[in-house]
């Protein structure tokens, strides 16, 4: 157990860390592609100066974006190597499609963004920074196909001869790269990023208003990234919706988890904290209908019949039928190609209970409630500071379309504060998604206690420790980067004014 805790905790404090550059780069990518188009459009130097000056952070943090990902990725092989085997063919073709379209893609153009300048035609160099924003946004789809297929497994067929879950077919490919749940939870990442980069810009331009400088430049800036972000905002509210209709359809306990749900039922509210309900919504964010039947974690745990009428068996009764499968599946391993007949007959009780084969793997029916108090507070943590961002987002672009930002300190003020929020409002998203599904690494088919390396807890400690260190080394070089880049200024645009 110490193993497990240790890897999870490692696990997780890379995927944290990786995240705090991912959704930065996505949001600046449309930013400073926007500004670049203002300038060819409006033959104005100024605009080129602006975006160059995005630019440089840009290339900051997706330096030290890239480190943090490979990482995160080879913690697959040394610490989830049996996760690996079980789902090599499903969760690896994606990453490598990844790797070799989507991040060459994105490296290729990136070089001619930042050093072409004067060396590519203007129409050119346009198309490569738009090109390396593309890039980096295919470059996410891949990444949360395999994550999608983590939450709702689709297109997987169960090989017992190799015990690994294979696509058969071309099919099952496809079946995988549509996921809903990946396509749903694309939109709502990508468009994150975009709020993300939007307030950056916004607050980072507010803290030029706020020392008297820059102030054209700072105007202009919260205008372009208070519509970016505004766009993203109003994305990630509907992208949230199909998310909700996919939790419930396909991960009713992460949905009760969220919600505190223990005991569920038709029109039911939703909590905006202990004590303050709005009447039938959770209902309607889950099911779009009113009387909409909605379990809670006690129902999950009994059983209950869904709203199609299907009836959804108890964690008892699936727990009984994974053991069956996998005591089906020792036993066809054992026996090979020596009885035929016998291997026949267990293989039919392995096809039948092979759906249920990972609640074998768990001790008692408690063990796939997660965390609840943890999801319940991410979520509400991750709707709150969406909302205070979309409000600061909204009222910098009024004020400054208006060109009366300058009287507004309280706003200047809030929407530099918005910086480090959105990224824990961030952070919390990925909360509930990943502590949210616990105790599963794939949803229903393999939980984190088969999933783990054979690895001592003292080996994973250390290098937890080791890889800390050095995250946060890199972190405080990326921040000392960024604010010495920022203090000094974008070049030209405007005199400095201290």
Known sequence: M???????IQFAMTAAYHWLFVP???GLALVMAVMETLYLVKKDEFWKKTAQFWMKLF?????VGIATGLILEFEFGTNWSNYSWFVGDMFGAPLAIEGILAFFMEATFFAVMFFGWNKVSPKFHLASTWLTGIGATISAYWILVANGWMQNPVGTTFNPDTVRSEMASAAAFWEVVTNPVAVSKFFHSVTSGWVTGGIFVVGVSAW??????????????????????????????????????????FQPMKLAAA??????GRGAAFTIVPGVKVPKMLSILATHDANGYVPGINDILK??????????????????????????????????????ELAAQVRAI???????????????????VPPVG?????????????????????????????????????LLWAAVICIPLVYIGGQCGWIVAEVGRQPWTIQGLLPVNVAISNLSAGAVRTTFFVFLAVFALFLIIEIRIMLGAIKKGPDTVEPVKE
Do not use: C
């Open 2 to 8: 110490d193993a497990i805790l240790w890897s999870r």
């Open 208 to 249: 030029y208003l706020l020392k008297g400088r820059q102030k054209k430049f700072a105007v202009k800036s919260m205008i372009v990234g208070g519509i970016v972000g505004l766009v993203g905002s109003a994305a990630v509210m509907l992208s949230g919706d199909s998310s909700g209709i996919h939790a419930a359809e």
């Open 24 to 26: 930065l780069t996505l």
């Open 374 to 410: 943890i999801v319940f507070w991410a979520f509400r943590f991750m709707i709150g500071i969406g909302m205070l961002v979309a409000l600061v987002l909204l009222l910098s672009l009024i004020f400054g379309w208006k060109d009366k930002l300058e009287g507004k300190k309280w």
């Open 303 to 340: 059983g209950y019949t869904d709203n199609n009428g299907n009836v959804v068996p108890s964690v008892a009764e699936k727990m009984e039928r994974g053991r069956k499968a996998l005591d089906a599946l020792e036993v066809y391993r054992m026996v090979g190609d020596q009885d035929d």
């Open 259 to 264: 919600e505190g749900l223990q005991d569920g």
């Open 59 to 63: 290339a900051v943090n997706f330096a």
């Open 350 to 368: 392995l096809d039948e209970n092979v759906q249920y084969m990972g609640y074998g793997h768990l001790a008692k029916p408690e063990d796939v």
